[in-house]
């Protein structure tokens, strides 16, 4: 890949979801600023507007593409020679597939340095239960998502695990009108974290995959059942396999699979697909498969058992 030297801020999220906003303070703050010169590219216009003496004091640009079909290597070309910029932040259209732009060609050096999605809670579901495809291929491979406008009695914990089951290394932030807004999981845990055996209800798996993704220290030297179906990838070892449930992440076409890193002396004889019933103590280790460090359990007892009618995992 070819070494960045115009880092593209990439801003996601759909119409009102405080891109603007978002932007409008980021780029005020004395943290973001460069020397050179700014090109900001907006794919659309919200309610919001930007301040231009701002924008003149950041030394930023602003050029506005209306059509999908106008947002091509040739624009990006003429913008890069007519501006020259140091950098470009991008306010990306709702409607438009950011997986679209991911595999467009870029000018030379242009490449996108960090990804983050906003999102209006108040009209969260609403997007997720008319629009989720749409939605799921903005935060698919995003840096950050970010809540604002959240209240009180906003399912964040919910809305969270949303966002992890499709991308499970984005940060996921909430605000409300006074800032970010902290420890919103508390003592939320439909099962026992203290209990001599953790016991991991079907309906609740979803919910300790994240959380243990999360808070790993939680659930470390500790040890939990649960039911799951087995994989076994190629290369991981023969005495190790993955026990995990799926998960719908927009449709039923598009799913993934939820699961940690297993040891146990019964894998040489489990078979992929079959369902089984584990128990086993949690680590945190250096893996291969998590390209860095993750959940890894060693296994005390692995049996089969009598599949889940539901196999799949629900968030909300």
Same mark, same amino acid.
């Given at each position: 890949?070819?070494?960045?030297?115009?880092?593209?801020? $990439?801003?996601?999220?759909?119409?009102?979801?405080?891109?603007?906003?978002?932007?409008?303070?980021?780029?005020?703050?004395?943290?973001?600023?460069?020397?050179?010169?700014?090109?900001?590219?907006?794919?659309?216009?919200?309610?919001?507007?930007?301040?231009?003496?701002?924008?003149?004091?950041?030394?930023?640009?602003?050029?506005?593409?209306?059509?999908?079909?106008?947002?091509? $290597?040739?624009?990006?070309?003429?913008?890069?020679?007519?501006?020259?910029?140091?950098r470009v932040i991008m306010e990306y259209n709702g409607m438009?597939?950011?997986?679209?732009?991911?595999?467009?060609?870029?000018?030379?050096?242009?490449?996108?340095?960090?990804?983050?999605?906003?999102?209006?809670?108040?009209?969260?579901?609403?997007?997720?239960?008319?629009?989720?495809?749409?939605?799921?291929?903005?935060?698919?491979?995003?840096?950050?998502?970010?809540?604002?406008?959240?209240?009180?009695?906003?399912?964040?914990?919910?809305?969270?695990?949303?966002?992890?089951?499709?991308?499970?290394?984005?940060?996921?932030?909430?605000?409300?009108?006074?800032?970010?807004?902290?420890?919103?999981?508390?003592?939320?845990?439909?099962?026992?974290?203290?209990?001599?055996?953790?016991?991991?209800?079907?309906?609740?798996?979803?919910?300790?995959?994240?959380?243990?993704?999360?808070?790993p220290d939680t659930y470390v030297g500790k040890t939990v059942?649960?039911?799951?179906?087995?994989?076994?990838?190629?290369?991981?070892?023969?005495?190790?396999?993955?026990?995990?449930?799926?998960?719908?992440?927009?449709?039923?076409?598009?799913?993934?699979?939820?699961?940690?890193?297993?040891?146990?002396?019964?894998?040489?004889?489990?078979?992929?697909?079959?369902?089984?019933?584990?128990?086993?103590?949690?680590?945190?280790?250096?893996?291969?498969?998590?390209?860095?460090?993750?959940?890894?359990?060693?296994?005390?007892?692995?049996?089969?058992?009598?599949?889940?009618?539901?196999?799949?995992?629900?968030?909300?």
């Amino acid at each position: 890949m070819d070494e960045i030297t115009v880092p593209i801020y $990439l801003i996601t999220g759909f119409l009102e979801s405080g891109k603007t906003t978002f932007l409008s303070f980021t780029l005020d703050q004395d943290y973001f600023q460069i020397d050179g010169k700014t090109l900001l590219i907006l794919c659309e216009e919200g309610e919001e507007e930007y301040d231009t003496r701002v924008l003149a004091k950041r030394n930023t640009v602003v050029e506005v593409i209306e059509k999908e079909e106008d947002l091509t $290597l040739e624009r990006l070309q003429a913008m890069e020679i007519i501006h020259q910029p140091e950098r470009v932040i991008m306010e990306y259209n709702g409607m438009w597939l950011v997986s679209k732009f991911e595999q467009m060609a870029l000018p030379k050096g242009w490449g996108v340095e960090q990804h983050i999605t906003c999102v209006d809670a108040s009209t969260f579901q609403m997007y997720m239960a008319n629009m989720k495809s749409i939605f799921m291929d903005m935060v698919r491979h995003a840096d950050m998502v970010v809540f604002n406008r959240c209240q009180k009695d906003d399912p964040l914990a919910n809305y969270r695990r949303s966002i992890k089951v499709t991308n499970q290394s984005a940060e996921v932030i909430f605000e409300d009108e006074e800032g970010e807004i902290e420890d919103i999981f508390g003592d939320e845990m439909p099962f026992d974290v203290n209990a001599p055996v953790i016991e991991i209800l079907p309906e609740d798996y979803g919910i300790w995959f994240v959380d243990a993704m999360d808070n790993p220290d939680t659930y470390v030297g500790k040890t939990v059942r649960f039911k799951a179906r087995v994989m076994k990838p190629r290369g991981m070892g023969s005495r190790f396999f993955v026990p995990g449930r799926t998960a719908m992440t927009c449709c039923a076409d598009d799913t993934t699979f939820l699961g940690y890193v297993c040891r146990s002396e019964s894998a040489p004889a489990l078979k992929p697909g079959e369902w089984v019933e584990v128990t086993a103590r949690v680590a945190f280790e250096n893996r291969m498969e998590y390209q860095g460090e993750g959940i890894v359990l060693y296994a005390d007892d692995v049996h089969p058992c009598e599949p889940l009618k539901d196999e799949m995992v629900y968030f909300n």
